[in-house]
């Protein structure tokens, strides 16, 4: 390792988006051999990835992902995870948290007499057209 080098340019892609790109001191990751731990100045590897959490610790302090499947290439200066999904951890806490109230939700409708979840669905429909015709239009320019 060369001794001046502290940091490793990483970077997390999925098909859909770019999930992070930055400086970092130490990463860990799952492979489908195991857990490895990444310095920068680490030997060339190519290494499936396994499930579970890549933990990145930097300068600002440690991010997590969750990660599912894919590759990642490792070179002396450079790190990068091509995964199937990722995400921060906390998105992983708000999905969990999303599943749970819908799981609640279909519990509900499935006690409502017939035609209550009709209703409810005409009404929510009526409320987001009324929602739309009130909402500003925004133009994204590239």
Do not use: C, W
Not at 59 to 87: D, H, K, N, Q
Not at 91 to 99: F, H, N, P
């Amino acid at each position: 390792m060369n001794p001046t080098q502290s940091t490793l340019h990483l970077q997390i892609v999925t098909p859909e988006a770019r999930v992070f790109e930055g400086e970092a001191t130490f990463v860990e990751l799952p492979t489908q051999e195991g857990q490895l731990g990444v310095y920068p100045g680490h030997v060339r590897l190519v290494a499936g990835l396994g499930a579970g959490e890549i933990r990145v610790h930097s300068a600002e302090g440690l991010a997590s992902f969750v990660v599912m499947g894919g590759y990642v290439e490792i070179e002396p200066t450079r790190m990068s995870v091509l995964a199937l999904f990722a995400s921060l951890e906390e998105e992983k806490v708000q999905i969990e948290e999303a599943i749970r109230r819908a799981k609640v939700a279909l519990e509900l409708a499935e006690n409502q007499p017939p035609g209550a979840v009709e209703d409810d669905l005409a009404r929510l429909r009526i409320e987001l057209s009324r929602g739309k015709k009130s909402a500003p239009t925004r133009r994204h320019t590239i």
